[in-house]
């Protein structure tokens, strides 16, 4: 069975602290993807990785930067937490193949005070 | 730009009602197509898929959906909704690329 783990459910943090999202999947996928959802907003790409230590910018990039170094795992970074990034963070994974499905985590709500 | 529109944000339905979720994309060239959906308090998952041949594509839990190429619009059915179908539904769609681009989803509300 796919599955895409996050290391936190909830997370809070403080003004100008750097944060750590993880994700791993277990599925050897090629891709990965970090989201942001937002009420009326749906959910937008921020950064994606199609192969280890590759990155894409998405369409809301700043603020945030990623590491992928094993094939497996696709880290999200805060540099310097600011309140307007309070959020549902979902991590995703996909094999490459255009038509296929994505797979979500079960997502990080964070809360930057 | 490319986009993706869901103009339903809110549905609420009594249970045995039908359902149609509009969905609508602004570009024509190749697509493929999706329908997500998040249950309250779990992972966002594929409910249906369209990228090529019959457009009415039929998904999991009685959903289907049909494309249709000259409206630009991939609309969600469900002929007979039940209180579990509660949820938050999300029209993707990729423009022949890794990156999909999501609408701004639609909260169903079911009442029985």
């Known amino acids: 069975d796919v599955k895409v783990t996050q290391s936190s459910r909830y997370l809070v943090k403080r003004t100008g602290e750097k944060v750590f999202l993880e994700c791993v999947q277990d599925?050897?996928?090629?891709?990965m993807f970090w989201y942001r959802q937002d009420p009326g907003l749906g959910l937008r790409l921020i950064y994606f990785?199609?192969?280890?230590?590759?990155?894409e910018k998405g369409d809301i990039p700043e603020g945030y930067s990623v590491s992928r170094e094993k094939k497996e795992r696709f880290s999200l970074i805060l540099e310097s937490a600011s309140t307007n990034q309070t959020s549902m963070y979902l991590c995703?994974?996909?094999?490459?193949?255009?038509?296929?499905?994505?797979?979500f985590g079960p997502g990080t709500r964070l809360t930057v005070l | 730009a490319q986009s993706v529109s869901q103009h339903n944000h809110h549905v609420i339905l009594s249970e045995a009602a039908s359902l149609e979720l509009g969905c609508n994309y602004s570009y024509g060239g190749t697509v493929n197509l999706f329908w997500y959906v998040q249950y309250p308090g779990q992972h966002l998952q594929l409910l249906l898929k369209?990228?090529?041949?019959?457009?009415l594509v039929k998904g999991i839990k009685g959903f289907e959906a049909e494309f249709i190429k000259s409206k630009f619009s991939f609309n969600l059915r469900k002929p007979s909704v039940q209180w579990s179908d509660t949820a938050e539904y999300f029209c993707a769609v990729n423009y022949n690329t890794d990156k999909l681009i999501f609408g701004t989803g639609t909260r169903l509300q079911v009442f029985p």
């Open positions: 599925m050897d996928h090629e891709n």
């Open positions: 995703a994974s996909s094999s490459g193949l255009i038509t296929d499905t994505q797979y």
């Open positions: 990785s199609y192969d280890v230590k590759m990155k």
């Open positions: 369209y990228f090529s041949g019959d457009p």
